[in-house]
């Protein structure tokens, strides 16, 4: 099967927010811990982070094999439901439901309900819960979280089938709280739908309100992508106790790159080492490659072009040692790499993002370092030229390859309580507001969240 070109209508239509870190991945500690009914597939597929796929003759004994979640028909009142919680609790500014390979069979219409527990709850799923439905003593437990009363995130909308052309269901989110769980519910086919489609290969819908995702009545759908920055307690983190400031669960967030054509740059503030090449950040082959390569005094390779890739640090702070690794790549891992880093305000912030940070206030952090395959890369305080207090950071290869993860080891800055407060606005009014394009601020007001305790 030849490859297919990525179209640039298609690419323009995807909303802003595809970039922020996926919250509920199955590799970042997601799970669902409660569902309905599992019974031709189960509800954790839902996290995998794989793209889903479809193997015409599998079958188990409960029916059709379908790589994400799938109810039985449903022949009682009511309607299916899972509870999700997400590996890093944070900010959500977006959601992709996606419907691959569910074309006579999928959910016609869900919703997206979310909570923020004090406390996870004590039980969860384990094992295959392939053709399982929750228990009498499961619905008495998962009761008492109340979360039919969880505010809307996304109210009920319909969903388009799983052809290649329109699985891809996206949702955008207004919402300035924190998220710990999520519900979602399956609802069937006679609700009367009031959103706004975009006849594209997508379909992307905008609202404010918290999270749960609710499919009615039943069917399947295969992954539930939930896009957004993680959001971590700093008063409790000492000034003096060194963290990886850039990392994912610390709310690290990728705010642009010039190349992502086999793996986006996120992938490097995951969690742990990269699994393969797929979980880390590779870019296409440059074309501008001299015919005669040269090298200078160092062996770095003289070449007209990099690649690059902008990081907002979870939070500002002086950077004292550095982890670049080339993990896994072993024949397309870059010839070498530099870091740069500055200290912008939202407003400097938003700017950049609209230049496609052509602007910005970059000093050198890291300078000119060779790379090596396969290889975990230390630098420490001694290579590093800046000793103050930074915000963003921009790592730069050349002149492209792969890089599995970056580590930014560091001990946050105090901060003021207004500076403090700007930082906040500067999330709310970024969030599919400059992200990448300079969208149009929703002046709708935001629905009170309430809080839900255990």
Known sequence: MMAERRAAARAAAEPDFLQFNDLACETVGGRVIFATNEWFAPAANLLKREPPQFITSAFTEFGKWMDGWETRRKRIPGHDWCIIQLGVPGLIYGFDVDTSFFTGNHSPYVSIQAGCLDEPPTFTLDGDRTGMAASDSQLAAVAKLGSEVWPELVPVSELQPGYSDC?????????????????????????????????????????????????????????????????????????????????????????????????????????????????GWETARRLDRPKELKVDQRGI??????????????????????????????????????????????KEEAQCIRTRWESGKWQVLL?????????????????????????????????????????????PTPITASSDQSADTSLQTLNLQTHITACAANTEDVKVFNTVKK
């Open 367 to 411: 300078p000119p370092q060779k790379l090596r395959p396969h290889h975990r890369h230390l630098y420490s305080e001694a290579e590093l030229t800046l000793t103050r207090p930074v915000s963003h950071v921009r790592l730069i290869i050349a002149p492209d390859g792969g890089v599995s993860r970056l580590r930014l080891w560091g001990r």
């Open 167 to 279: 699985c891809h269901n996206y949702f955008k989110v207004n919402f300035t709280h924190r998220v710990t769980h999520l519900r979602l519910n399956m609802y069937p086919g006679t609700h009367t739908h009031t959103h706004t489609h975009t006849h594209t290969h997508t379909h992307i819908h905008s609202c404010i309100i918290p999270v749960i995702l609710c499919v009615s009545s039943d069917g399947g759908i295969s992954r539930l992508r939930v896009y957004g920055v993680g959001q971590r307690d700093w008063s409790s983190v000492s000034t003096r106790q060194d963290v990886d400031l850039v990392a994912l669960t610390n709310g690290g967030v990728c705010l642009g790159y010039s190349d992502a054509h086999f793996g986006h740059p996120r992938n490097m503030i995951g969690f742990g080492r990269a699994a393969n090449m797929a979980d």
């Open 301 to 346: 390779l003289q070449v007209p072009g990099w690649e690059w890739a902008v990081f907002r640090l979870g939070h500002p702070g002086v950077i004292s040692s550095i982890e670049v690794d080339t993990n896994h790549f072993k024949g397309n891992f870059p010839d070498s790499c530099r870091i740069e880093a500055c200290s912008l305000t939202p």
